[in-house]
């Protein structure tokens, strides 16, 4: 081996070495790391952050919920626009103020949708289902009924 080779080498080892660690920004599905989900969505589901912090007062985020079967969601509104990718199982949706099963479409695996401030809707599983979420933080969920908000009263 040349010696100006390894020295070379030995520098952008040092260089690598000496770089901040940045966060994971590619995942494959073994690496996507859930936990519970913030108290406003009913306890059940499982969250996933990818990228970016979902409760911070501004920037990206890219967020996964994982819901069980039969899981629901009661009407709601988000302050933000929601983008919203089925990853797997079926993704019911329904819109109104009312939560009414009958009313409900379903969106199977590589469905996309877009939810503006301003749609009153409501959501559900059918088998277990995990759905990708991205936009601008922060996430919130606005209860069209206070009674249906889940987070603990203090």
């Not at 040092?14 to 996507?32: I, K, R």
């Not at 519970?36 to 920037?59: I, K, R, T």
């Not at 797997?88 to 949708?113: H, N, P, R």
């Not at 933080?137 to 209860?143: C, H, I």
Request: no cysteine.
């Amino acid at each position: 081996m040349k010696p100006w080779f390894l020295a070379v080498a030995l520098t952008v080892a040092a260089l690598l070495a000496a770089q901040p660690s940045q966060a994971q920004n590619a995942f494959t599905p073994d690496q996507v790391k859930y936990g519970p989900a913030p108290p406003f969505v009913p306890p059940g589901a499982q969250l996933a952050v990818l990228e970016g912090d979902p409760m911070a007062s501004s920037g990206d985020y890219t967020i996964r919920l994982k819901m069980p079967d039969g899981y629901r969601i009661a009407p709601h509104t988000h302050p933000l626009r929601e983008n919203v990718t089925v990853v797997s199982g079926t993704l019911k949706v329904g819109m109104g103020d009312q939560f009414d099963a009958s009313k409900m479409m379903s969106f199977g695996a590589g469905s996309f949708a877009y939810l503006d401030p301003s749609m009153h809707h409501y959501a559900g599983a059918s088998g277990e289902t995990v759905i990708q979420i991205h936009g601008q933080s922060p996430v919130k969920f606005n209860y069209i009924n206070p009674a249906d908000d889940p987070t603990p009263k203090k």
